[in-house]
C-alpha cells in the first residue's frame, strides 16, 4: 500500500512542475493560437537566471526556503520581460502571418536560446548551490521530503495565485476577451497588444519560477534541460485542453501520475513511451482534452 | 523534435557530399604532403565537456611527434568535427572529414555516435582508430577499418563483476540509460554476475536528459539491492545518486568510465559521492608518469587533463607508428601495420590487437571517490 502512496506522490511533484510549465503553453495558446516551442527555453532560462543570482549573491541570501523564495522572485521577473521581449522580436511582427511561419520562428527561438545559453555560460551542467532542507515526511510508509513539499506548496501558491488572477481581476478579464475574439476587443478598446505582452511576461514568469525549483530541487542545470520539459509540458496541456488553465493543470497531474505508474509497472525506460502515447491518444480520441469544450466553441 | 529536424537537414547535405567527394582524396596524398587526421569529438550537445579534453589530447600528441620532426619528414595535422553525442551529427561530421581528405580518423566518443561514421570512414577507405567509445556494438560489423584503443564493455563488465563479487554484494541493481555504450555494459554484467553467482536485483533503463529519476530509484529501494552499478554518463548518474540518497537508500554505489567527471560528484553533492565506486581505464592520476604529462598538457592548453586526454593523446601515437611503419598513409597499409603493432606502449599498458581489434588487455581499474574527485581504490 505504501508503494501506491509513493508513487501518488511522485506523480504529483513532477505534476506540479510540469503544470507551471504547462500553463504559459496553455495560456499563450488560449490568447494567440500560437505553440510557443520556446516556453521549455524560458523554463531553462529561469533556472540559469537563479544560478546567476545565487552565484552573485549566495552569501547573502543565506539558504533554505526564503532564500529560494527570493532567488525565484527575481529570476521570474527576469524571464517574464524575457518572455516579453521575445514576443515582441519574434511573434509579433508575424502576428498575421501563416500559422507555419510563427511555429518555425518560435523554433528558431527555441534554438537561439539554447545555444545562446550553451555559449554564455558553457556547455557543461552546473550546479545549484541552495539546500531546502533535508528531512522527510513519512506519509503511511511513503517518503516526501521537505524539499518536495515546499516545491509543491510554492507551485500551488502561484497556480492559485495566476487562477485568481485570471478570474476575478480586469486584466485577467481582458486576457479571456482576448481569447475570445481579438478583433471585437480591438473594437471595444481593449489594448490588446499589451495584454498579450502581459500574458507572456506571466506564462514566462511561471516557467522561470519551475527553472528555479528544478535548480534548486535536483541539483543540475544544463542548457538542454528545457527541451524534454517543453514536450511534456504540451502535453500536459493537450491532455488538460489546451487554452484552458485549469485543464492545464490537471493534465499536468494527470501526466505526472501516468508517467509515475506507467514506470512502476513497465520499467523507467517507458517513461516517455507513456507520456507521448497519451499524447497520440488524445490528439485522436478527445482532442480537445479532459476540459476542453471551449475549444470546440471557438472552432 | 526542433533538434531532429535540423540536424536531419544537415546529415542529408552532408551525405550528399559524401557521395561525390569519398574516396578521391587519398590515392593523391599516399606518400607525401602531411597527414591529416580527423577527429570527432562532442563540442556541443550533452557531452560537450569532454571534446575539448580530445581535442586538446590529440593535439599535444601532434605538436610533439612534428616538433620531433613528424613522420618520415611529413607533419602531421589535425581536423576536428563535432559529433554531439549524436548519430547525425557524427555521420554528417565524417562525412565532412572524408571531403576534408584525412587519411586516419583517431575520434570517436559516444558508442551510439561513433557506430554510423564507421562504415562511412571504410568506404572511404580511411582506418579508425577509436580512443574512448568502447561499445562491443563497434566491431559487431566486423569492418576491417576499425580498432579500439579504449578497452572494450565486455573487459568493463568483467572488471565490474568481479569487484563486485569481491565485495561481497548480495543484490546488484543495474541501472543504464538507453544508449549503447550503457546497455551494453548493463547486459555483459548481468551475465558476467550470474555467471559468478551473484545476484542481480533487477535492470532498470532510464532516458537520459532529464532530471527525475524517482521511477527507478523506487525499484532499486522495493528489489532492497545492496550495490547500484550505473552503466550511463555522469550528468545523470550524480543526480542518481542524489535522488537515491534523498529517498534513504543505504547501500553502496559504482559508476562506470562514462561517469567519472568530477561533475559528478558536484551534482550528486560532495557528502552523497563519498565512497562512490568507478571502473576506469587511466587516467593521468593513476597511470605512471601521468603527473608530468599533466603538467605539459597544462602549461600547453591552461587546465588540466580531463578524461579521454591520455586516450585521444594515444590515438594520435599509435596512428604515427601506423604510419611510420608502413611508409605510407594508404588504408590498406595503415590497417596491415596497426594488425602487426606489437608491444607499443601506451597510457594502458602495452599495446597489442586482438584479431577482433580490440585491445589484448583492458585496463580497467576501480576507483572511489575521495573528497572532490576520483583516487584509485586500494
Known amino acids: ?299 | 523534435m526542433a533538434t531532429t529536424v535540423v540536424v536531419l537537414g544537415l546529415s542529408l547535405t552532408a551525405c550528399g557530399g559524401n557521395l561525390t567527394s569519398g574516396g578521391s582524396t587519398d590515392s593523391d596524398s599516399g606518400t607525401k604532403g602531411t597527414i591529416k587526421l580527423g577527429m570527432l569529438t562532442p563540442l556541443s550537445g550533452s557531452s560537450a565537456a569532454i571534446g575539448p579534453n580530445m581535442r586538446h589530447g590529440a593535439q599535444l600528441s601532434v605538436d610533439e611527434i612534428n616538433a620531433k620532426g613528424g613522420v618520415d619528414g611529413r607533419k602531421l595535422e589535425l581536423t576536428v568535427e563535432d559529433e554531439a553525442c549524436d548519430p547525425k551529427t557524427a555521420a554528417a561530421g565524417a562525412a565532412k572529414l572524408v571531403s576534408a581528405g584525412i587519411d586516419i580518423s583517431v575520434g570517436g566518443y559516444c558508442s551510439s555516435a561513433t557506430l554510423p561514421t564507421l562504415s562511412i570512414f571504410n568506404k572511404a577507405n580511411i582506418p579508425v582508430i577509436i580512443p574512448v567509445a568502447n561499445s562491443t556494438d563497434l566491431v559487431a560489423q566486423k569492418l576491417p577499418n576499425v580498432f579500439l584503443i579504449n578497452g572494450t564493455g565486455i573487459q568493463q563488465a568483467q572488471a565490474a563483476s568481479q569487484f563486485l563479487k569481491d565485495q561481497g554484494a548480495t543484490g546488484v541493481a543495474l541501472l543504464d540509460d538507453n544508449t549503447s555504450y550503457s546497455t551494453d555494459i548493463a547486459k555483459r554484467t548481468e551475465q558476467d554476475l550470474k555467471s559468478l553467482g551473484v545476484k542481480v536485483a533487477g535492470h532498470q533503463s532510464v532516458t537520459a536528459g532529464e532530471s527525475d529519476y524517482s521511477g527507478a530509484v523506487n525499484a532499486v529501494i522495493r528489489a532492497k539491492a545492496d550495490f547500484v552499478y550505473w552503466t550511463g554518463y555522469y550528468q545523470e548518474g550524480g543526480l542518481i545518486i542524489k535522488q537515491l540518497k534523498a529517498a534513504g537508500y543505504q547501500g553502496k554505489f559504482m559508476v562506470a568510465d562514462g561517469s567519472v567527471d568530477p561533475k559528478l560528484i558536484e551534482i550528486a553533492g560532495q557528502r552523497n559521492a563519498q565512497g562512490v565506486f568507478a571502473t576506469m581505464t587511466q587516467t593521468p592520476q593513476t597511470v605512471p608518469g601521468g603527473a608530468a604529462w599533466a603538467k605539459k598538457y597544462k602549461a600547453k592548453f591552461g587546465s588540466a587533463p580531463g578524461p579521454y586526454s591520455t586516450q585521444a593523446y594515444d590515438a594520435v601515437r599509435v596512428a604515427a607508428e601506423a604510419v611510420r611503419e608502413s611508409g605510407s598513409t594508404d588504408g590498406q597499409a595503415v590497417i596491415k601495420a596497426l594488425e602487426a603493432i606489437d608491444d607499443f606502449e601506451i597510457f594502458s599498458g602495452s599495446l597489442k590487437f586482438t584479431s577482433e581489434h580490440t585491445l589484448i588487455e583492458g585496463g580497467f581499474h576501480i576507483l572511489v571517490v575521495k573528497g572532490n574527485g576520483f583516487t584509485l581504490n586500494k
Open chain 1, 1 to 299: 500500500m505504501n508503494h501506491f502512496i509513493q508513487l501518488v506522490l511522485d506523480g504529483l511533484f513532477v505534476g506540479s512542475f510540469y503544470a507551471l510549465v504547462a500553463l504559459g503553453y496553455s495560456m499563450v495558446y488560449g490568447i494567440i493560437k500560437l505553440l510557443n516551442f520556446a516556453h521549455g527555453d524560458i523554463y531553462m532560462l529561469g533556472a540559469f537566471a537563479g544560478f546567476t543570482v545565487l552565484s552573485v549573491a549566495a552569501g547573502a541570501l543565506g539558504s533554505g526556503i526564503a532564500a529560494l523564495v527570493v532567488v525565484m522572485l527575481i529570476a521570474m521577473v527576469a524571464t517574464g520581460s524575457l518572455g516579453i521581449v521575445l514576443e515582441r522580436v519574434a511573434y509579433r511582427p508575424l502576428r498575421n502571418a501563416p500559422r507555419l511561419s510563427v511555429l518555425i520562428t518560435a523554433i528558431g527561438a527555441s534554438f537561439a536560446l539554447e545555444y545562446g545559453v550553451a555559449v554564455a555560460f558553457g556547455p557543461n551542467p552546473e550546479v545549484y548551490t541552495l539546500e531546502v532542507g533535508n528531512g522527510a515526511l513519512n506519509i503511511a510508509g511513503a517518503r516526501l521530503s521537505d524539499a518536495q513539499l515546499a516545491m509543491m506548496v510554492i507551485a500551488v501558491a502561484l497556480m492559485v495565485a495566476l487562477d485568481t488572477l485570471v478570474r476575478k481581476t480586469r486584466s485577467g478579464r481582458a486576457m479571456r476577451a482576448i481569447a475570445q475574439d481579438p478583433k471585437a476587443c480591438l473594437l471595444m478598446g481593449i489594448k490588446v497588444d499589451n495584454v498579450i505582452s502581459r500574458t507572456f511576461f506571466i506564462g514566462s514568469a511561471l516557467a522561470g519560477a519551475a527553472g528555479v525549483m528544478a535548480g534548486a530541487y535536483y541539483g543540475k542545470i544544463d542548457f538542454l534541460m528545457g527541451f524534454i520539459i517543453g514536450l511534456k509540458a504540451f502535453t500536459a496541456a493537450v491532455i488538460g485542453g489546451i487554452g484552458n488553465l485549469r485543464g492545464a493543470m490537471l493534465g499536468a497531474i494527470v501526466l505526472g501520475l501516468l508517467e509515475s505508474f506507467g514506470v512502476a509497472f513497465f520499467g523507467s525506460e517507458w517513461r516517455d513511451v507513456f507520456a507521448f502515447g497519451f499524447l497520440i491518444l488524445f490528439l485522436t480520441v478527445r482532442p480537445t482534452g479532459l476540459l476542453g469544450e471551449r475549444v470546440t466553441e471557438r472552432v
